[in-house]
């Protein structure tokens, strides 16, 4: 009987080390892409910057470029680093660790002269598309994305 608790005992250590079992602490970073995309036509994505930070920062310094990710700015934290931008989506991609866990979404948002700006947020993790939600946001200003979280294997929103 004690050799069948330590076997099942090895076997769960072995499975945290090996990463399955989603813990955040135990396991491999992951790959993540964030996508900010447009919901109508008028929308320029170019005029939008999207925001990534760490160590569950609720604050946003602009000024200290250390501070942040974003399609304009490659902190030298941000592992795998890649961006893009079009009219049409903002991309910031990049490779989580754990002693960074959780990440942010923030969105600045120019002044369109709408009342709110509807926009679409997607997070990839590990080359698996997320599910797409909406966003209505405040016009100009910079926000965080409430309820959006990016953790070492995963993301919630």
Not at 10 to 38: E, F, K, P, Q, Y
């Amino acid at each position: 009987m004690l050799k069948r608790v330590l076997l099942s005992a090895t076997v769960a250590v072995l499975l945290l080390l090996c990463g399955c079992g989603g813990s955040d602490i135990i396991g491999r970073n992951s790959d993540i892409i964030v996508h900010l995309m447009r919901t109508d036509g008028t929308q320029v994505m170019t005029s939008y910057e999207l925001f990534i930070t760490k160590n569950g920062d609720t604050n946003l310094n602009q000024n200290d470029p250390e501070d942040f990710a974003s399609t304009l700015n490659q902190p030298s934290w941000a592992d795998a680093y890649n961006s893009s931008r079009s009219s049409t989506e903002l991309q910031v991609a990049f490779t989580t660790r754990s002693d960074q866990t959780p990440y942010f979404v923030w969105v600045k948002v120019p002044n369109t002269g709408a009342n709110f700006e509807t926009l679409k947020l997607q997070i990839d993790v590990d080359g698996n598309d997320g599910t797409q939600q909406t966003f209505d946001l405040n016009i100009n200003s910079t926000q965080r994305l409430t309820g959006v979280r990016i953790n070492r294997n995963n993301a919630v929103y």
